[in-house]
């Protein structure tokens, strides 16, 4: 999917799947560094339950020694489209997954979507909307997803076709998405003249 | 009863007992603690007066000297779910039994869920929604119990074979909740070789 | 009265007087302090008033150096229950007690009820309800109560049993209420073995 | 007039003339200070005018270097009684000289009162409630007003026994209200003993 | 004009000219400044825009070095009288003044009103109610005013007579406010006696 | 077009287009920067979704190393008319534009107006009423605009006359607006003498 393919190039992008008003959808959540006094800058129109998840990200990631600078640094996220109001807990794996790939330099696999509410233990849980937004996902040439793994009988619902096509990932820890979601860190280059 | 005890694995997690429009409900409240600069955060869609059970919390474990390193240090507590509206003043005990089991590295015993106001001073008020609060600790497999003194007159509406089943646990202080509630610390390695 | 000796057992507790919807009531400010950056928590779901009063409470006492390690510390004062909203000047004497008997470690007489408007040179205002107050201080088994010298003519209304069962101090200043209301300083553990 | 003798005995609490539903009042004006880190705490129900006067008086006092030890002290500024909203600017020239009085430890006189806005420059600006103000100043026994000049048209409504009973010194600067009404400083106790 | 003699006899006042329910007015922009924590305070019940106005004029003259002292001091500007709410955006030239007059210690010619919105780059936007404004400026006494250069087609709705008597200077940059508004610095003493 | 000409003369301002109740319309974003603690100023009555715009601009700049000595100074973005409300994405590119201007010392092309959305990335995202835009551009003597890539199937609605005088670029990364819109370095005066 050329989009999520040139969005996710660079560390701290992740493809999340949405519900709107008009079916799914996919979003990205745009994370990024700089120095300066620490803080947390949150853009998107994004309402109260989705700042929180960012904080819940954060927290989890600092509180595991998996920051890296990100603890000491300004963050900047932000979720495009700037005038859409967006708001719920669903994007609490995105939102992990796009601060641990900006703390570790690995980019997000661009063709990997996903959803789910994390806590500030890393459990994933169960969130709504799960067949429209893997039409979504398909729809925009995405071949996995990551869901809760109580939403697996949700699964039922999608047409064969969809499901075929797709690898769905249910995982119950946000430690799993992270190893699903995350390339490995390339090697620098001056190791690949060796 | 397998939620429970793998929720309350780590230190820093209790269960705690509410009660929703649907009857009574198992929680967790989640707590967490991060180099950076010293500060609360709060999260799970708190509402005033829940807050103020955190900071009564943190305070009396602090003014007791028992918060070690997290009078120092960013604390994160969220309740999930994320985006479920909580209020009440009886969490209470179940703040001070995460905070107190994140500060000691003790984890709480995963078979215990609690219901109870807290003062300042560490004195358990009666609370309300006693008989569902139980039924449902009953339901999650829950085999123990701890309740406000003053609510002892409540059970006399729990069916008895709920009451049987259950250790149920009369406080009027919280370091008795703490007694009951916090695992024995662990020995540390080096020592158990000896 | 068996609830009060317990609550004022240690200093920073002292017995207020309210009114209540349902007549009059015996309340608990609690004040502790903790290691920190200074600062001041307020809990109990206090109105503006109220909140006011704490920090009318505290000035007073720092302007006069009679806060002791207070100005540098950080203070929580809770007024139980947590999820009752309180308001109005009428618990300024009352505060004033609590942090005094923080501030210099003498615990407040546990037979002794309060209320009473403080403004910030420590002169005592008159307040309402004095009649269903002091008969709540009554039945509660509280022996002395002190209230403002302006409220005197407020005693008529009393019934004459419950006017002679109680020792009632009017007072115009603050200083007043914190001579009949703290303890002398318990000889420390030291001296006693002499 | 004993209540106002007995409140501006000590430095920094000046007598005010508001109006009120019920006529005409007199108020005291109390200012203190503490160490500790510098601001500007205000009570006593003040509405956003009556605040921005007390900002006014202090940087009127600290812009002309007569600020004292204000300028780095903590500042608390209340007006009794602490229930009753009170707004409005005509209560400019009493926070000046209640302020003036704190930072220059001489007390205000207790035979006078006084009304007027003061801008950042020290000009006094017209009031309404004239003659109300000075009726309740007359009935509270004080025997000196200050009054703003351009109110002097005003004077023309007052009975004439009460004109005639009271000292009324119209000001057009607020430099003329501070020498009119802070007593001398008091010579130390050293130097009496000469 | 005696008013705005006395008034802009110290360096930090400048004389605007607004638009009121009553017609035209006069109003006066007292600057003053206090070592203390830098900052802003603003009072006058002063509305969004015209608080905008105020950072403008002084991130105008702080982005040119043109603020002097006033980048580390602390700054109060009030606009008298002190309950009367005020907006927009039209005593932007006047701000500027006021604030360049109070950093070069040069006072503002006490003849002179002027109105005008100022852009961060200084350029001078129109403005309404120049008519009302001129008619004011007329009535204090006052023999020069200032407007914005594309207002000059609004002097035709002035009375002949009016035009006349003042010189009236149509700005487009506010540097040549500055230039028109400001008296020359004052000789020190010192110098005089050579 | 001499109003852009002279209002972009100067680095830190650039030439947006918008649309109001009235069709299209030039606006400016001045952007101008100071010593003094690090913060970020904005007036011009913006909405939250603009006010978020500047943020993004800000971070797109600061976490790729080019926001110079920005970082560390204290920043304010205005855009006049003061009292007009404004609000909404589509300033993202000129936000971002204006701000490297001011960091690199180079001024924006007087002859270029630009619409688009910016992500935290630096991708365009499109904007609604390109045909106003381009017409007011027309109308305002501009011959080259920058519209995101995505809005290029809106050309088909432009006359084609305003369609030929016009340099029409889409862009789909704002590192192309800057190529495109920013002058080049000037010598500095003393290489000139060469
Ligand atoms: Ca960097
Ligand atoms: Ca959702
Ligand atoms: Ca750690
Ligand atoms: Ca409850
Ligand atoms: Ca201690
Ligand atoms: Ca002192
Ligand atoms: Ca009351
Ligand atoms: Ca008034
Ligand atoms: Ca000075
Ligand atoms: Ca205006
Ligand atoms: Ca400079
Ligand atoms: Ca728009």
Redesign the interface.
Known sequence: TPESAE?TS?PG?ATGLAVTGAGGDVL?I?????????GL?L???LG??MK??V??AL??L??RDQ?GKL?DH?I?V?V????VPKD??SA?VTMVTALASLASGRPVKSSVGMTG?V???G?V?PIGGVKQKLLAAHRAGLTGVIIPKRNEPDLDDLPESVRDSLNIHPVADVADVLALALEDAEPAASTLAA
């Open positions: 969005r660079v992008v990205f745009e994370a990024t560094e700089m120095e300066g006094e620490p800058v853009t998107g129109q109260d339950v929180e998840s904080q819940i927290s989890y600092r509180s920051a603890a300004r900047h932000h495009p489209a700037g005038a719920g807990p609490g509410e806590t500030l233990q459990k849980l």
